[in-house]
């Protein structure tokens, strides 16, 4: 019988799918706590939104740095 | 740009996408591609827009006028103005807006037709800038503060002495690799998904259509409808990374002349 549980090709395939997973939340946390600062704050929108800029460039290159790897190392 | 040939099959995009055959001077160290053809006409294009909309500047600016004003505004106020301050934002407005405009130039090529690809998709230009953004913090610092500025940014005061153990191996690795490393490959990877996406969607749709039997072609749809919709999204990308980079660029600066880290 054959193996349909077998993997062919490179595992490294699936790396930028699991490399997503922790940005993601990250993202999701931080920019809905920024939403939420921004509803409850109106005024301080625009800091809080060039903050939350900065801080999802930080997160986002977790994320690309998944991509990058995938490509140099499959 | 897609490769599919006729009849073999569905190429899936590959990291070959961004090494195009040389179209001049081939084999010689002034090897020329498409990519670097785009950036050349990027540049370009870039130059007689800003020169020809402001040749005639006017106190009461018209419709090309108006438009430029609202770029530089942008810059000046959302990004420089907001992060360095109104002193320090004028003596790095220049550098920070030439920035802005090279990487959302360069970005929009990626969704221009006929360019078909952005002059920062490859590491070469993000590198560049990121080396620029580099040598001007560092110097900011070392001129604001003198050789106190390792200090200042290497031992954070206000921590309990023992730990410059754990922290100042961090910082050093922070400020003089992660920074500009993270710097160029946040655009370039960004710039190299997108256009990857696109060139996905418009070769499935490509094969889809031509090469799908039956009902096949019907699916090819979505994938079409999905790669307009990607190109807007690229535009977003482009001008959201244009933004970062520029923003980030002025917040390491602010960073190194700040008194108190």
């Known amino acids: ?74 | 740009m897609a490769e599919t040939d006729s009849g073999s099959g569905f190429h899936a995009p590959s990291i070959s996408e961004f090494f195009p055959p040389a179209i001049f001077f081939d084999g010689t160290p002034f090897e020329f591609n498409r990519i670097q053809l785009v950036r050349v006409i990027v540049t370009v294009l870039l130059i007689l827009w800003l020169w020809l909309s402001t040749r005639h500047a006017k106190l009461v600016p018209g419709r090309a006028q108006s438009i430029v004003e609202l770029a530089l505004d942008f810059v000046r106020v959302q990004i420089v103005e907001s992060v360095l301050g109104k002193t320090a934002g004028r003596r790095y407005l220049p550098l920070l807006t030439t920035l802005f405009f090279i990487v959302l130039a360069m970005n929009f090529a990626g969704v221009i037709p006929f360019l078909n690809i952005g002059g920062t998709s490859v590491i070469g230009l993000p590198v560049v800038l990121a080396i620029i953004v580099y040598v001007t913090y560092i110097v900011a610092g070392f001129r604001k503060h003198g050789p106190g500025y390792l200090k200042i940014s290497l031992f954070p005061s206000g921590v309990p002495p023992i730990m410059y153990l754990l922290i100042t191996p961090i910082e050093i690795l922070q400020v003089f690799v992660l920074r500009p490393l993270t710097l160029a490959l946040r655009l370039l990877a960004n710039m190299m998904a997108g256009h990857l996406m696109l060139v996905l969607c418009f070769a499935a749709t490509h094969f889809l259509f031509f090469e799908g039997g039956g009902l096949i072609p019907l699916t090819g749809v979505m994938t079409l409808v999905g790669g307009f919709g990607i190109t807007l999204f690229e535009i977003f990308v482009g001008f959201l990374q244009a933004f970062i980079f520029t923003l980030l660029a002025a917040v390491y600066i602010q960073m190194s002349e700040d008194d108190a880290h």
């Open chain 1, 1 to 74: 019988m054959d193996n349909y549980a077998e993997l062919t090709g490179n595992i490294a395939t699936i790396g930028y799918g699991l490399a997503t997973l922790g940005p993601g939340i990250g993202l999701g946390i931080l920019i809905g706590k920024a939403l939420e600062g921004m509803a409850r704050q109106p005024e301080v929108a625009n800091t809080l939104r060039t903050n939350m800029f900065i801080g999802v460039a930080f997160v986002e290159v977790l994320a690309l740095l998944g991509l990058i790897a995938g490509f140099l190392f499959i």
